[in-house]
């Protein structure tokens, strides 16, 4: 299996059974009436899914990495009285950023941009990002200090976890 084929079964698998076997795919789809195109186009998109998580399911744990992310968080900028809490507050903040990352690794990032051109010059061009998932499993790997007013959080969910998810995907399917 090439590493682009990995990746991708890895990421169909990881949002279909971290959210709970709840929804294959969410597919945004305009239908024009009486277009059989747009229908053949998005069912032949839904059998590649269906395919795709086969293929997932019978894969081995030991085939998909351990996933990795890291949050960083400031102490200084976080609310709190004492500087014990404003630590405390950003380690719970470096936490949530790593939480992000992993939501962005399994589930993806749904991008959102508009251009405005005018006379052929761009007039304004705006984008924004939205990572929205469930993430279960993920292990603190360590909390450090880096540098005298940052923390950093590393947070993985490894083989076997991954393992156990499939195990219960499979039981659900």
């Given amino acids: 299996m090439n590493n682009l084929f990995k990746t991708s079964l890895i990421a169909v698998f990881m949002t279909s059974a971290l959210s709970g076997c709840n929804h294959m795919t969410s597919t945004k789809s305009t239908f024009v009436t009486g277009s059989g195109q747009e229908m053949a186009i998005m069912e032949a998109s839904q059998t590649q899914s269906v395919v795709t998580l086969k293929d997932v399911l019978d894969a081995e744990a030991g085939d998909i990495p351990t996933l990795t992310a890291i949050g ?5 900028s976080q609310p709190g009285r004492s500087e014990a809490q404003k630590r405390l507050m950003a380690i719970r903040s470096a936490r949530m950023a790593a939480m992000r990352d992993l939501a962005e690794q399994i589930h993806g990032l749904q991008v ?15 984008f ?19 540098g005298s007013d940052t923390y950093e959080v590393v947070l993985e969910i490894d083989r076997e976890m991954i393992g156990y998810l499939l195990s219960t995907a499979r039981q659900s399917v």
């Fill in 72 to 76: 960083y968080a400031v102490t200084s």
């Fill in 112 to 126: 959102d941009s508009s251009t405005t051109v005018i006379d052929l010059m761009v007039q304004n061009d705006t």
């Fill in 128 to 146: 924004r990002g939205v990572v929205s998932g469930t993430i279960r499993g993920a292990r603190t790997v360590r909390i450090n200090p880096t």
